[in-house]
């Protein structure tokens, strides 16, 4: 199981106190399946990869530029400088980011980047609220798997983070049947993918959320900066 910690705009220097109470957990929790990742602002990423240099945690960026070569891109930063200072993962595709601009077509660009400079990829997918009333799931997700995953089949460096737009940050989860459905038609589109749920996931629902079998993990936004949800939410999985 995945239990990725996405921090987005948050955190200083002081926030690194908090992964050392993750961290004397984990070495309690005798689960090999468990893997995790923080994916911290790029500006914390030099500073926790040499704070978890010797713990199971590993840590990634939370985007890359497409460019795979060093450029004149004031204030972007591409996947070799990631690398460079301790990545492991990258998160692309995030809704954030496509709400911002992100096209599938500059998607692919990151993803192949990210690839070719030895990154493994949490590429995310989403249906808005307007696009699942339009009963519309399924098209949106097939369409960002084809177009950000086109030429790209490296199933064992890719894991995709199904991410409902209207679920993120607002407390809502899809009903229990519907992601069992959506998680089982993403893994037909891409067979031995790992698939992950993200949005509002959280100590009290996790659960709901443990009991849908075909889920391989999860990618937690708020509940990650509290070293202490993120814990439970944690062993509340295998318990
Ligand atoms: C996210 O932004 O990737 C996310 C899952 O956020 P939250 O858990 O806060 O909904």
């Known amino acids: 199981m995945y239990f990725i910690a996405n921090w987005k705009m948050f955190g200083g220097l002081n926030s690194l ?58 204030g972007s930063i591409n996947s070799i400088m990631l690398k460079n200072v301790g990545a492991k993962y990258v998160i692309i595709g995030h809704s954030e980011n496509r709400q911002a ?26 249906e808005t609220l307007k696009q699942k009333r339009k009963k519309r799931t399924k098209q949106v997700l097939n369409k960002q798997i084809k177009l950000g995953l086109n030429k790209i089949n490296n199933h064992k460096k890719i894991l995709i983070a199904y991410e409902p737009v209207w679920s993120i940050g607002t407390g809502l989860i ?36 443990k009991s849908i079998n075909n889920i391989d993990g999860f990618l937690i936004g708020g509940a990650s900066q509290d070293p202490n949800k993120f814990i439970d939410i944690i062993k509340k999985t295998y318990n």
């Open 17 to 74: 106190n908090s992964l050392h109470k993750v961290n004397k957990f984990l070495k309690f929790l005798k689960k090999k399946s468990a893997k995790i990742i923080y994916c911290p602002p790029s500006t914390l990423i030099r500073p926790m990869s040499k704070k978890l240099k010797k713990s199971k945690i590993e840590v990634g960026a939370q985007n890359c530029h497409e460019h795979e070569s060093y450029g004149a891109f004031t």
């Open 101 to 126: 601009g992100e096209t599938d077509k500059l998607i692919n660009l990151k993803v192949k980047s990210a690839l070719k400079s030895g990154l493994k990829v949490i590429f995310c997918i989403g």
């Open 174 to 209: 899809p009903k229990r049947n519907e992601l069992l459905q959506t998680i089982t038609s993403i893994k037909s589109i891409k067979r031995n993918f790992k698939v992950l749920y993200g949005g509002s996931v959280n100590p009290k629902n996790i659960n709901e959320l």
